[in-house]
């Protein structure tokens, strides 16, 4: 089979589990609805420079990821498909990258296996049917790292590579810049701290030579002035300055609601990457390729292993998708062990299975027992005594039918047909049925309970301000922080300017009704105000209406 069959097999699969049903779910508080209603708010400000969030200016990310859902807004409408596609598009991309790296570096084989390992692992996946920025992001990096080592060998003849220094150099500064430009300076400061420790590992010999890294620097440098240049102009150095600020805060606190205990992201790479997970495990030691390159590329991967992993360790602010870049040297370090057994260089030994025995099987234990507690749902409501909005939120009426469960089934059918594969040495159908089975877990879990967790979460709000589109008042929320009261009532800019001053929406000389969210333990913070009427709550939201003064 060629290449280019292969390319387009892999595109035609990832197109089957990434582009359907990516509406099928509300948009999640707080960074999916967040960032598309960025986007949304481009559209309706049609000003495609500066970032906006209820109309106000926007300075803690980048445009990059903004413009790509715009794109997708613009072709398919404002909604949840549109702010998730440009991520399934990067899952379709990333797919065929990994295949031909791996190709290149070791074989066909190895291309398909990091390819299938990134596919069939749960956050990998799952990442590639959001709305968040990461997976653009992280891909932006991995190339620049790519084509930065590739850079390194052409200099040192570590293998033989066609393409010119400067091409090379060039290539991983523009993909360097384009993930600044999608998330900010960490898109600089990732590959700069594994560029350091390879210098440190060199016993601080210079590899790559001061000008070669300030020509790539100055590349890099250029591609965010595309956006950043055009942006001080037109509106001043507020932006760079208060971004500064920004990332500097959000290194050193925790952002609010995004703390978390010091061994957080390993837990999150352990369970959230499985299967892939456990095999990477054994790529870390004892595994040294048969060619000089592979091995110096396996050293870079452990590298940004290490340096995403412990980077986001210190950082204070504790949330599930940054350390996602790891995904990357993660799923190649799996795929190098899934290709030492399949050549029986290394034996499927007791750890192996017993890892992916045991996170299996609290996959298949957590979707078996999840509808039985939907079922009897008083049973737990207990645990929550003390907390009036979960009480609440299990108030909420959902259809639990019984066949949720076939996700567990699936998972816990797919460890036996994997344990009998690798006891009868079919290792390659085995390796197939584990990740195939992985993908296919992943999408019955978001069908069978994502719409049903929603419904207990976040739902009653987002319904109540659906109704709100098309009508002119204000909407706001009161004693937590949502996104959901901006892009769901699909507000349009205001007239007044007064809009973003609580205390004259709730006791001042208003032009339009305000429509006020709260949640159960907050409604007594409203109840006071004598000229604001309670008009209705669900599972654990509140709703208020101010009307304006009679004039």
């Keep these: 089979m060629q290449n280019r069959t292969i390319i387009l097999l892999i595109l035609g699969v990832a197109a089957l589990f990434f582009l359907p049903f990516l509406g099928g779910v509300h948009l999640f508080d707080w960074d999916e609805i967040n960032f598309a209603e960025i986007s949304r708010e481009m559209i309706v400000l049609e000003d495609y420079l500066r970032l906006h969030i209820n109309f106000q200016p926007f300075w803690e990310k980048p445009p990059l990821f903004f413009w790509l859902q715009v794109l997708a807004m613009k072709a398919f409408g404002i909604g949840e498909y549109a702010a998730r596609l440009p991520n399934a598009i990067a899952g379709m991309v990333s797919l065929v990258v990994l295949f031909l790296i791996g190709n290149r570096l070791f074989n066909r084989r190895f291309g398909l296996l990091w390819a299938l390992a990134y596919f069939g692992s749960v956050l990998p996946h799952l990442y590639f049917k959001?709305?968040?920025?990461?997976?653009?992001?992280?891909?932006?990096?991995?190339?620049?790292?790519?084509?930065?080592?590739?850079?390194y060998w052409r200099r040192k003849e570590i293998t033989q590579v066609k393409e010119h220094k400067g091409l090379l150099l060039f290539l991983s500064g523009v993909f360097i810049g384009l993930a600044i430009l999608t998330k900010g300076p960490v898109g600089y400061l990732?590959?700069?701290?594994?560029?350091?420790?390879?210098?440190?590992?060199?016993?601080?010999?210079f590899y790559v030579s001061i000008p070669q890294f300030v020509i790539l620097t100055l590349v890099a440098i250029g591609i965010?002035?595309?956006?950043?240049?055009?942006?001080?102009?037109?509106?001043?150095?507020?932006?760079?300055?208060?971004?500064?600020?920004?990332q500097i805060r959000l290194f050193s606190t925790q952002d609010a609601g995004h703390g978390?205990?010091?061994?957080?992201?390993?837990?999150?790479?352990?369970?959230?990457?499985?299967?892939?997970?456990?095999?990477?495990?054994?790529?870390?030691?004892?595994?040294?390729?048969?060619?000089a390159h592979q091995q110096n590329f396996r050293t870079w991967m452990i590298i940004l292993f290490w340096v995403v992993l412990i980077l986001f360790t210190i950082v204070q602010s504790k949330i599930v998708h940054y350390s996602s870049l790891a995904y990357f040297p993660l799923t190649f370090l799996a795929?190098?062990?899934?290709?030492?057994?399949?050549?029986?260089?290394?034996?499927f030994g007791v750890g192996?299975?017993?890892?992916?025995?045991?996170?299996?099987?609290?996959?298949?234990?957590?979707?078996?027992?999840?509808?039985?507690?939907?079922?009897?749902?008083?049973?737990?409501?207990?645990?929550?005594?003390?907390?009036?909005?979960?009480?609440?939120?299990?108030?909420?009426?959902v259809n639990w039918t019984g066949w949720e469960a076939l996700p567990g089934v699936l998972i816990s059918g797919t460890l036996i047909w994997f344990g009998y594969f690798v006891k009868k040495d079919k290792i390659v159908?085995?390796?197939?049925?584990?990740?195939?089975?992985?993908?296919?877990?992943?999408?019955?879990?978001?069908?069978?309970?994502?719409?049903?967790?929603?419904m207990y979460s976040q739902h009653a709000a987002i319904e109540f301000c659906e109704n709100l589109q098309g009508k002119d008042c204000y909407v706001i929320t009161s004693g937590y922080k949502s996104y959901v009261q901006y892009f769901y009532p699909r507000i349009q800019p205001y007239e007044n300017n007064k809009y973003t001053e609580k205390k004259w929406l709730l006791t001042g000389d208003i032009d339009k009704e305000v429509y006020i969210l709260t949640k159960v333990h907050r409604a007594h913070e409203l109840d006071k105000y004598k000229d604001i009427e309670r008009i209705g709550s669900r599972n654990g939201f509140v709703f208020f209406r101010r009307n304006p003064p009679s004039r």
């Design 130 to 151: 959001s709305g968040i920025i990461d997976p653009w992001f992280n891909l932006f990096i991995f190339l620049g790292m790519y084509f930065f080592i590739l850079f």
């Design 190 to 205: 990732i590959p700069l701290l594994a560029w350091g420790v390879y210098w440190i590992m060199k016993k601080f010999r």
């Design 224 to 246: 965010t002035l595309f956006w950043f240049g055009p942006e001080t102009i037109k509106n001043g150095t507020w932006f760079v300055e208060t971004f500064t600020t920004y």
């Design 260 to 291: 978390g205990f010091p061994g957080y992201h390993f837990v999150v790479l352990l369970l959230g990457c499985f299967p892939a997970s456990v095999f990477a495990i054994r790529g870390f030691y004892k595994m040294k390729p048969d060619m």
């Design 335 to 347: 795929a190098l062990t899934l290709d030492r057994l399949i050549d029986k260089k290394i034996a």
């Design 352 to 397: 192996l299975k017993a890892g992916l025995f045991v996170i299996g099987s609290l996959y298949g234990l957590i979707t078996l027992v999840l509808p039985f507690i939907g079922r009897n749902i008083e049973a737990i409501k207990p645990l929550f005594s003390n907390d009036p909005f979960a009480m609440a939120n299990l108030e909420a009426h």
């Design 429 to 454: 159908r085995g390796i197939t049925v584990l990740f195939v089975s992985t993908a296919i877990f992943v999408n019955l879990t978001l069908i069978f309970f994502i719409a049903r967790i929603e």
